[in-house]
């Protein structure tokens, strides 16, 4: 306890140099995740899908980035098990964030497309288990995260599958697939902006000081989901329907897709910044606790 009270400035300033550190290599690493498919299809540039990231990964991590800090602040470790020795957790977290800094720089370097969250998660319980004791460890907590390694894929493919037999079956294998993919475009943009809305409206907005009830977060989402739909069928409809060859056909249905993938950007970008934020955050949060 006297090292944190002596030197409990000097510990927390490395803290957050660290926690840039390993801040920078989550979005040098995994921005690749939110705008590679957009930026792959050339719905977007890869300027504008920096401008986007910028922009949505931040309001992800404001807005809806605390559950998952408090999982890896608290979560993995018992900062109460370390009461007699507080400083060991200061140690360990920021031996932590250097470590999964350093292995994301090196990846990035080489254009390896790795899991920051299995990064940090690693380091924290390879810290734990070494330099303190196996039973500090929350074993329950851990094969949780773990499990939610396997379910995640696995949820994201099947939902990949149902969303794509749903544009095969409504656009693709019409008559028209142009003036399909216009009338059902919109109603996906729908869902994107209802499911951001509602996530912003029940988890985020409690952590700027506001809290909405259920009922009126379903009705505001409503509402910013009706208008991104008005907002996505006027892009849309500036898309010319006169198509001369299948060819011509094929491409402009893609660049009715094109505006649904630019709101599909921004979705990714703010679920990103919403969950892997805490990356970076959640072993500083935990250092600042204990020193404070």
Not at 171 to 191: D, E, M, W
Not at 230 to 241: F, P, T, Y
Not at 277 to 282: E, L, M, P, R, T
């Amino acid at each position: 306890m006297v090292i944190i009270e002596n030197y409990g400035f000097i510990l927390l300033s490395i803290a957050i140099v660290c926690g840039l550190f390993m801040a920078w290599g989550v979005g040098a690493n995994d921005v690749a995740n939110a705008m590679g498919t957009s930026v792959g299809a050339k719905a977007i540039t890869i300027k504008q899908a920096i401008i986007i990231a910028m922009v949505f990964e931040c309001a992800g991590a404001y807005l809806a980035g605390g559950e998952v800090t408090d999982t890896i602040r608290k979560g993995i470790i018992d900062p109460e098990l370390l009461g007699a020795h507080p400083e060991l957790l200061v140690y360990g977290m920021i031996s932590s964030l250097l470590a999964a800094g350093i292995w994301l720089l090196i990846a990035t370097t080489f254009g390896w497309p790795v899991s920051t969250t299995h990064t940090i998660v690693g380091a924290i319980v390879g810290f734990a288990a070494v330099g303190i004791s196996v039973d500090a460890i929350n074993w329950g907590k851990v094969i949780q995260i773990v499990l939610s390694w396997v379910i995640s894929p696995v949820l994201a493919g099947v939902l990949a599958f149902v969303l794509y037999m749903s544009v095969r079956h409504f656009i693709l294998n019409t008559p028209n697939p142009l003036r399909s993919a216009k009338r059902g475009v919109p109603v996906y943009i729908f869902l994107v902006g209802f499911v951001i809305s509602m996530v912003s409206l029940v988890k985020g907005l409690k952590h700027v000081g506001l809290d909405v009830g259920f009922q009126d977060a379903v009705l505001y989402a409503l509402m910013i989901a009706f208008l991104l739909t008005m907002i996505g069928s006027v892009l849309v409809s500036r898309i010319e329907s006169h198509s001369r060859s299948v060819h011509e056909e094929i491409v402009n249905v893609e660049r009715v897709f094109g505006v649904l993938m630019l709101f599909t950007a921004c979705s990714m970008a703010f679920a990103h910044g919403s969950n892997d934020v805490a990356n970076a955050i959640g072993p500083l949060a935990a250092i600042n606790s204990v020193i404070s």
